[in-house]
């Protein structure tokens, strides 16, 4: 199954979330195929260095969409592994194709009215590049929440999520947290470092909910 993890603004943490993702799921025995379609190539440059440091699971990382076409197409035992892709709008032909193809899209949102709008622009993006007889699942949750109480944003931002239509927001949030910078410089999930961290315990109950 396809998973698209993306949204139009930069920022929102969606390689961080493709990376972890793919470590959780290189941890289970279907495995995982994740497709890095952001220019940028942050989740590339990760799992270089995952690879640089001798850690394991690893994970194949391609950038080729057309192969991504023909996994999603093919028949057979290779479509219990489960494929990631990270969209970003600076390649805006292959974000639509990516989502043409998905079954699922998952949309993390940062706690600001801009993000709220950009959420909606790429929920528009959407609609128009899938199949309507097809509709994939389209999931949004909150990253990059405040972890003080007292800032009244996470929460806004959380209500107009559940209220935009044609998205189902989560029941999670993701953190701002230093765990999720050193997930990307060490090359390591957030669970793999602090197993018991609080970072770590958000990420699983994601990839639970997902997976």
Known sequence: MLTVIGNLKGGTGKSTVAFNLAVWLAHDKSGVRVFDLDPQATLSDTTEIREEDGYEP????????????????????KKTTQLLADVSATNMPHLERAVSMAKRILIPVQPSQADIWSTQRFLKIVLSAIDK?????ILGFI?????????????EAEEAL?????IEALDTRL?????????????????EQDPMGKAAREMKKLAKLLY
């Open 143 to 155: 990253n990059r929440a405040d972890t003080h109480v007292g800032v009244l944003e996470t929460g």
């Open 133 to 137: 007889r097809k509709k994939p699942e």
């Open 162 to 166: 559940q209220m935009m239509p044609d």
């Open 58 to 77: 690893l994970f194949e990382v391609s950038n080729d969409i057309d192969e991504l076409e023909m996994l999603v197409n093919s028949k057979g035992k």
């Open 175 to 191: 953190y701002q947290r230093t765990a999720y910078r050193r997930s990307f410089s060490e090359g390591l999930a957030v669970f």
